[in-house]
């Protein structure tokens, strides 16, 4: 589902879609997150996005909602 039908469901154009895993419950996760275009997160709320989801582990943020990370260890 894409941001703009989030953003349609709850009436904001305010959406920030992640996707933690498991580990995330004991801060070993990665969670892949992105932020809706139809918006312009200000840095500070880009900024409590990063420290909210990094308490899981690490957070990387992708420009593209539908992009694909690769993490090699």
Not at 28 to 35: I, M, Y
Not at 41 to 68: A, H, N, P, Y
């Amino acid at each position: 589902m894409p941001h703009a039908d989030f953003a349609q469901g709850l009436g904001t154009p305010k959406i920030i879609r992640s996707m933690p895993n498991t580990p995330a419950m004991i801060e070993r996760g990665v969670t892949v997150w992105s932020e809706s275009k139809d918006y312009d997160f200000s840095s500070d709320e880009q900024q409590l996005c990063e420290i909210l989801l990094g308490s899981f582990g690490t957070q990387i943020k992708v420009e593209d909602e539908k992009v694909r990370c690769w993490l090699r260890t």
